[in-house]
């Protein structure tokens, strides 16, 4: 594989093979001077990963750019491990396999094929029509929101979901995000702490501080005083990091979705639990909001929630007989509030 286009599509096995063709050492990477602007741009792949959401195109007119840019994905994921922060991961694998999915749309359908298989797509192609097996297809499409990703919408022959070139090149990125998330972080050492340790608490900081400004945009749509208490009591526990049973997990994510935040704000608000694991929570979010399973789940009544075992700190206004569902108590406490002004 030339040069410049391992430096397209550096996760390829062809393109690690040319990467250690080219004879640079981890220590020569890290360390010598010759590579200071691979360092750097290894840095700005990072920088745009997490400001932009996607990896930026960077000149390659000569052998020299195109070595130079091939150089900043290995320093590029030495910093995403260094910082390892999972919900960052995640956005960095995401912006990776969003620029793959923009430079493989030019590509040859041989070529796509072959990306796919190499990522364990089982793909094939008739009459022009590409054919992607079923359990692949439902793995890659559990995310896409868009209808027309269901199953039900979806043309099958012989356990072939059939798609177009653009529909395999999404899936092919969903499967890309999946394999760099897998990777990382990797084992760093002193030596790629030491070397990257102020780009390393930049992007802790600007993580940190995004986190707080998404926090407060979600919560911007609810009054935390009209919450009732069992789900101010479920909150503040998922961001202890405390063990709250499923039902608790579902009652607040359904609450919540009831009145008005969507997926990604109620992961942000969950963001801060100490064992916070973005995939994880995030599929389970989906399912309850319906844009994975179709249904849209509304949370438990009180007395539900008695039975699990997740009412918690009922207050006066619990306790008077008026409430029987925690949106009853959201609703109620806002007129009462309303009425005092």
Partial sequence: MDIARAAKYPFLKESAATLKATGVSLDQLMT????????????????????????????????????????????????VSAVADPGFVRRYAIAEAKKANERLKGESDEFVMGVASELGLD????????????????????????????????????????????????????????????ELPLPVNDAILDRFGQTVEELRAAIEERRKEQRAEGMEKLSIVRLPPCMR???????????????????????????????????????????????????????????ISGTEYTPPECSTMRSYGICFDPDDLCRDGAVKHPLNYYRLKGRRFRSRK
Avoid: C
């Fill in 32 to 79: 010598g001077m010759a590579y200071e602007s691979a360092r750097l741009a290894g840095k700005e792949r990072v920088v745009e990963a997490f400001e932009d959401a996607v990896v930026g195109d960077h000149p390659m007119r000569t052998q020299a750019d195109a070595t130079k840019e091939l150089l900043s994905y290995p320093v590029a994921r030495m910093i």
């Fill in 123 to 182: 793909v094939t192609k008739e009459d022009g029509v590409f054919g992607i097996s079923f359990s692949d297809f439902l793995r890659a499409s559990s995310g896409m929101r868009s209808k027309s990703w269901k199953l039900v919408n979806q043309r099958i022959v012989d356990g072939k979901v059939l798609v177009s070139q653009a529909r395999l090149v999404r899936i092919v990125e969903a499967a890309l995000t999946d394999k760099i998330s897998s």
């Fill in 233 to 291: 009591r479920l909150l503040d526990m998922i961001r202890a990091g405390e063990n709250v049973p499923h039902s608790g997990r579902f009652a607040l994510v359904s609450f919540f979705h009831t009145l008005g935040m969507d997926s990604q704000e109620i992961l942000d608000t969950f963001s801060t639990a100490p064992d916070f694991d973005p995939s994880k929570s995030e599929y389970q979010i989906k399912h309850i909001t319906g844009e």
